[in-house]
């Protein structure tokens, strides 16, 4: 038995839903354990394209259990919409392959009004970047004790109860603070009956499940969303997201014992990419960062927004191998790399006279600072067709060597390509 984590090392799209596919094959459960449809995984099976918000990526497997945890804000809407596209290409989702945590708090329409009245609300500098979906206020309500849970909409005195109290109080906040328009209880009301037939059947103790499979042998995929340095804690506050993206939580997301994880892998892309506002040392704005934009196809799969790119910023790396205990890391993207003549990695940043290893906690040092950076030799060849590492180019080899050495981690995985089958895998983090 082996429990593997999977988080992102940088500001997210690293290209964890690839990974987490590649993974699942040796994995008998797929776990979600944080953030809500703010998440957007993409990946490419035979040339068909999938992309997932809410369920684990697992799910493309017919024989793996997929699971929500409590840590993860559930859109029913969103959810049983996923779950419609997902039975059209031929892949129902049934309650032997899918559960959903009763603890898991539900994002409920006032959620994303608020969030968008507040955002709009903000001066250009002070914009978040957010995604409009609810998720900051939803934890905003899990946090404050009021929150609606998944389980709530067993009890329909219970949940008309919380309900009402709290279309009370965010109608007066979106008409008196946001001068917005307000929402109506009868309408949420019978909504959300239609979504609680549809979703109960799918319920249950997400905690218990994997206790019981763990002590069975079996293997347990933890898939994380967003990315390290998008963390409430240790990311770049407050152009963060709402809850904690690092590996720690996967256990306080699920109800899972920490002295269960074997390993983390850490996704990392070739290179870094950021989407929305906060500081992003390694930025380029130049014709390579549009080459790498263009080449990368970056854009959000949630959003559909630009991302900016960068060189690959090996401070973030570093406090990602830090504070997620990475064993390992998944290199995505380094086909985008090729045809570059020169490639430079970040291995710290400079301000004021002052060097510094870590990404600074105070918020304008972080956007001030100068990353230092040593500069590599790149490499002609396209690599998408590659399928073993001895078979990369001399200098592609040369620069995973020191990405490993600038993050301290060693390489498990490569990607030279979007598709499932261009994957490089140089150890399986589930064979212990």
């Known amino acids: 038995m082996s429990s593997v984590v999977v988080v992102g090392t940088q500001w997210g799209d690293e290209g964890k839903g690839k990974i987490v596919d590649l993974l699942t094959r040796y994995a008998d459960f797929v776990v979600r354990f944080q953030g809500g449809n703010n998440a957007g995984h993409t990946l490419v099976v035979d040339g068909k394209k999938f992309v997932f918000h809410l369920i684990p990526s697992g799910i493309l497997y017919d024989d793996k259990m997929c699971m929500i945890g409590n840590g993860v804000i559930v859109d029913p809407g969103v959810l049983i919409e996923e779950m419609q596209q997902l039975k059209e290409q031929g892949l129902p989702v049934t309650p032997k392959r899918f559960m959903i945590s009763e603890s898991a708090h539900l994002i409920m329409p006032y959620h994303a009004c608020l969030d968008q009245a507040k955002e709009s609300a903000l001066s250009d500098s002070q914009k978040i970047g957010t995604t409009g979906r609810g998720i900051g206020p939803c934890y905003m309500d899990k946090v404050g004790r009021v929150g609606i849970k998944a389980g709530d909409l067993r009890d329909d005195v219970l949940f008309r109860e919380k309900l009402k109290a709290a279309i009370d109080e965010k109608n007066f906040l979106l008409t008196k603070k946001y001068n917005a328009a307000p929402v109506d209880f009868d309408v949420i009301y019978r909504q959300f009956q239609v979504y609680a037939e549809k979703l109960i059947p799918y319920y249950g103790n997400v905690s218990v499940e994997l206790d019981t499979a763990r002590k069975k042998g079996q ?26 993206t690092i590996a720690g939580n996967a256990c306080n997301g699920t109800g899972f014992g920490p002295a269960y994880i074997d390993s983390v892998i850490g996704i990392m892309k070739a290179y870094t990419t950021r989407v929305g506002s906060g500081p992003f040392p390694t930025e380029l704005f130049d014709a390579t960062g549009e080459q790498l934009q263009h080449k990368g196809g970056e854009f959000g799969a949630t959003t559909g927004r630009r991302r900016r790119c960068g060189w690959l910023d090996g401070v973030v790396g570093c406090d990602a191998t830090r504070l997620n205990g990475i064993t390992g890391l998944a290199i995505t993207k380094l086909d985008v790399l090729s045809g570059q003549k020169e490639l430079k990695i970040a291995t710290s940043y400079e301000l004021n006279g002052a060097s510094y290893s870590a990404m600074p906690c105070n918020i304008k040092e972080a956007g001030a600072v100068t990353p230092v950076y040593e500069s590599l030799e790149g490499w002609k060849e396209e690599i998408d067709q590659v399928r073993s590492y001895d078979d990369l180019p001399a200098k592609a080899k040369e620069y995973i060597k020191r990405v490993e050495e600038v993050v301290q981690a060693p390489t498990n995985i490569i990607s030279v390509g979007p598709d499932r089958a261009e994957t490089l895998m140089l150890k399986n983090p589930f064979e212990k």
């Open 219 to 244: 293997n347990i995929l933890f898939e994380g969303a967003q990315g390290t340095h998008l963390d409430i804690d240790h990311g770049t506050y407050p152009f963060v997201t709402s809850s904690n």
